[in-house]
């Protein structure tokens, strides 16, 4: 079966930084795939590629067997493409936005019509479609630019965080909508930053971080592979990094616990792998008393994706959010400094 999507090897430049080093990864048909990395990780930069919107320096990519650099116009046929910032006419109508949309498609007058009402349906936007779009709230907003992306019904559909600032109920919406586009069989490709949404989402994913693909497979796939259960471990709501140290050498004698790793943005909180099934919680509890250590919280789990990203990595998806968002501060006072 020829794959929806195949990129192999992509490079992208930005100037001296490479945005994208060596990223590769196949999307089967009628499957969704999810992209999971911090911001400035590389998934925005790798789908701008896939959609011809960005020249990349290295690599291939094909979308149906077509290849994307060779034959761009081809590909667009097959892609739908929404991005992470939504960006509509606040004078125009929802319906006058997409019957513009559907002109831009070369769409005959009768099918725009029908397909533009289809959708209006599906995303439940009835009520909304004569409103103009100024009026709209954001999840009404990224719901018709989800309408615009599939006027033309591409096999492909590209998501660039769709439900980035969303409210719990529209992200809702939004997930229960891809889903019934899998479905009908729509191949549908996700970038987020959210652990929860390419979870509950993602047939298949791969895991990015600094321009390359660290862990690829199904969900479970990746939780199994990291092994053992988590324990997440405060001793105290905010512990001094020396406590936790402490804490951390009394932990690792345990013949049950398999790692400790100090998690800084959490309090200094402690998060432990240790072997299924070992009725560890008792016994941590017993060792911390006997030790004269205090326990402010204490719980057990299956691996999460958040696990699999710090085993390959060594540090939290919340972490690597936090270092990138210093360093985008950071870069922005230089600049501001040079004017």
């Known amino acids: 079966m020829t794959p929806a999507i195949a990129i192999e090897s992509l490079k992208k430049n930005y100037g001296t930084f490479e945005a994208v080093k060596n990223i590769s990864f196949k999307v089967q048909p009628g499957e969704i795939f999810g992209l999971l990395g911090p911001n400035g990780a590389g998934k925005t930069s790798t789908i701008r590629c896939l959609c011809t919107l960005a020249k ?3 690599g291939t990519i094909e979308v149906g067997g077509i290849s994307v650099l060779d034959y761009p116009k081809a590909a667009r046929r097959r892609l739908g493409y929404v991005a992470q910032e939504v960006a509509l006419d606040k004078i125009l109508t929802g319906r006058e936005l997409l019957s513009l949309q559907a002109a831009l498609y070369h769409l005959p007058k009768a099918e725009a019509e029908q397909r533009i009402a289809q959708l209006l349906t599906l995303l439940d936007l009835e009520d909304y479609g004569d409103r103009k779009t100024g009026t709209y709230s954001g999840g009404i907003r990224k719901r018709l630019d989800l309408a615009a992306g599939l006027l033309h019904q591409p096999e492909v559909l590209v998501l660039d965080e769709p439900t ?9 919406i939004v997930w229960d909508f891809l889903r019934q586009l899998r479905q009908a069989g729509t191949t549908v490709l996700i970038t987020s930053h959210y652990l929860e949404e390419i979870d509950a989402l993602a047939d298949r994913l791969a895991i990015i971080d600094r321009g390359q693909v ?5 969900p479970s796939q990746l939780k199994d592979r990291v092994g053992g259960d988590r324990v997440t471990l405060r001793i105290r709501e905010f512990s001094p990094l020396e406590e936790a140290e402490q804490t951390k050498e009394l932990l690792k004698s345990l013949p049950f616990v398999e790692e400790v790793i100090i998690n800084q943005s959490q309090g200094n909180s402690l998060n432990l792998v240790v072997t299924t099934g070992s009725n560890c919680l008792s016994k941590i509890e017993k060792s911390l008393i006997d030790s004269g250590l205090p326990i402010f919280s204490l719980a057990q789990s299956r691996p999460s994706l ?6 390959a990595t060594g540090k939290t998806l919340m972490d690597a959010e936090l270092a990138a968002a210093a360093s985008r501060d950071l870069k922005a006072e230089k600049k501001q400094q040079m004017k």
């Open 56 to 58: 990349p320096d290295g």
């Open 164 to 172: 980035v600032g969303l409210d719990i109920e529209s992200r809702l």
């Open 214 to 218: 660290i862990a690829q497979g199904t």
């Open 306 to 311: 958040d696990d699999v990203y710090l085993a």
